[in-house]
């Protein structure tokens, strides 16, 4: 099983989930609001903020646990979906997941999904 962690930009969110659910097996998904910075300004990412100078910006983050085979499908639908070309378009991350369970049902692994 994976957690894809997808970094959006707001604007972008309902392309996004209109995209995912058109796919044939999508797990669903949990929308969490966010505030970061990316990797900083300029060439090589050098900005160095200081105490006055707080540069966040509001992005969303979308969880989805999926079976491993529906990994790849769901990152490139969340790729495509998110991408403007311009800076701040995102970041995609994933990571195994050990282990889940479903509170209600009891299930255990990808059943749970």
Known sequence: ??????IIA??????????LRGLPHFPG??????????????EGGSHLPSETDID???????????PDDEADLIINTIQWAA????PADG???VSNILDARRIRTGQSGEDAL
């Open 56 to 66: 966040a910006r509001s992005n969303l983050v979308l969880l989805i646990a999926c």
């Open 29 to 42: 998904y949990t929308l969490l609001t966010g505030t970061g910075e990316s990797r900083g300004h300029g």
């Open 91 to 93: 970041l995609i991350l």
């Open 10 to 19: 707001p604007h972008r969110a309902s392309q996004v989930i209109h995209a």
């Open 83 to 86: 991408h403007t070309g311009l």
């Open 1 to 6: 099983m994976k957690l894809v962690n997808a």
